[in-house]
C-alpha cells in the first residue's frame, strides 16, 4: 500500500467518506466560528478567511495550527484535508 493510500484511510471522514477540512470537524465538534475563536485566541474573521478559502489554509502559522487542532482534537494536517491542493 503507498503512503498516500494510507494516509486516505485515515483521519476524520465526512458522512460521505471524504477527508475532513477546518468547517467540518468545527460543525463536527458543534462550534460555531465565534466559539472556535474563543478557544483558541485566534480571531473569528481569521477562521471565517480560512474556511472560506480567502486565506491559504496551508500557509498558516504553525501555533494556528497547533491552536486549531488542539481545539478540534485532531492533527494540524487534518485542518486542510478536505481542501483542493
Known amino acids: 500500500m503507498r ?9 476524520p ?3 460521505r467518506g471524504e477527508p475532513m ?3 467540518q470537524l468545527r460543525e463536527a465538534r458543534g462550534l460555531t466560528q465565534t466559539e472556535l ?5 485566534i480571531a ?4 471565517s478567511e ?14 494556528n495550527a497547533l491552536k486549531l487542532s ?4 485532531c492533527r494540524p494536517d487534518e ?4 481542501t483542493p491542493e
Open 79 to 82: 485542518l486542510v484535508d478536505g
Open 44 to 47: 473569528q474573521t481569521v477562521i
Open 37 to 41: 475563536a474563543k478557544r483558541t485566541g
Open 21 to 23: 477540512g477546518l468547517r
Open 50 to 63: 480560512y474556511e472560506h478559502g480567502k486565506r491559504n489554509i496551508r500557509l498558516m502559522s504553525l501555533d
Open 70 to 73: 488542539r481545539a478540534l482534537m
Open 3 to 11: 503512503l498516500s493510500q494510507f494516509r486516505d484511510n485515515i483521519g
Open 13 to 15: 471522514r465526512s458522512e
